[in-house]
């Protein structure tokens, strides 16, 4: 438990954590990821050069900072970090190795003047009270998947029973258990945990679960990207027949019970999530509106699925858009998705709920829209990796 004296401290490094937050998080994971390479399989290393990782660590730093005395403020996030940790098996002997890296980061960068001895006792006492609470939680789920029916702890091997090609970047893998038996349910929307071994190397991702959960297999979609070293090997060494082990499926971004209409827009492979929405909501049979954004019909996955889908169930409208029509492509809405498009797509009652998932800069038009077109923030709903303001910019 803090004292009085340690929370004041902590709140007195905020305006420090808002103005070099980021380069704290950067200097830590410099620290940890040279020194303690078992680590390193737990941190996806595009994103460390991109910067999103230290951003979004900055972000959650900056936040249990500001909420010190007040930790149920805090809201989604620790949800939001426990289900991160969990799909990639983050374990209690991790949580010392980060918090001596966070503290000697502290340090280093503040400075001894203003990390004094003090504040880095401070900060040592509130990272251990971090630690109990998600320590506390994670254990939770583990133990709540291991009891499960279908479920299991750790890793578990499964077998890549198909391979389908859905465009010209995405291909699907269907991977049941190699032990024969059930599997873990799961919520729309939520991601499955991979760990593979590359060229001797363990690396660890999450990828989306782009099918309702069936008991028999679990399917993910993945997009190959540029330079990804995991996507590209997917695609192109995991063949059918081989193995790989899976964590249990987490996440927070789960589609919610509802009666209002739904509106489900993706763009690029920010569809996958969206698919296994789909396929529950319709169920429901509530007023669906599917808008999906490509570059064109070449990248664009799942329209004949999405078709066969709006054939059968009226209650469901789709909506493309493509910002790089090819010659073929006229029968498509042209360009980018604008509030004048989303107004008319969506239901003319604006009493609905909004799921939106793709790129950051789309996301952050479509946030942008949905508020212009009076669509309440607490009904939309996105999952973004960094800190939630970017988005606001």
Partial sequence: MLSAAQTALIKATVPLLESGGEALTTHFYKIMLSEYPEVRPLFNQAHQASGAQSRALANAVLMYAKHIARLE???PLVGQIVSKHVSLQILPEHYPIVGGCLLRAIREVLGAEVA??????AWAAAYQ??????????????????????????????RVARKVVESEEITSFYMVPVDGGTLLSFEPGQYIGLRLEL?????????????AANQREYRISVKREVGGRVSNFLHDRLAEGDTLDLFPPAGAFVLRPS??????????????PALAMLEQALDSGREIHFIHC???????????????K???????????CYSEPRAEDHHVTSGILTPQLLDQWLPAQRDLDAYFLGPKPFMTQVKRHLSGLGIPDAQCHYEF???????EA
Avoid: C, M
Avoid at 199 to 211: I, P, T
């Fill in 73 to 75: 403020a805090l809201g």
């Fill in 116 to 121: 004094t001895d003090e504040v880095i006792d």
């Fill in 129 to 158: 009270q971090l630690a109990g609470l998600l320590i506390g939680a994670e254990e939770q789920v583990y133990a709540d998947n291991a009891s499960a029916d279908g479920g299991w702890r750790g890793a578990r091997q499964f």
């Fill in 199 to 211: 060229d001797g190397e363990e690396v660890r991702r999450n990828y989306s679960l782009s099918a």
């Fill in 259 to 272: 009666d209002k209409p739904l509106a489900l827009i993706t763009a690029g492979v920010g569809i996958t």
């Fill in 294 to 308: 490509a570059r064109h019909s070449g990248a664009h996955a799942f329209r004949d699925w999405l078709e066969t």
């Fill in 310 to 320: 709006v054939a059968a169930h009226p209650q469901l409208k789709r909506f493309y």
């Fill in 385 to 391: 990796f960094g800190p939630a303001a970017e988005l």
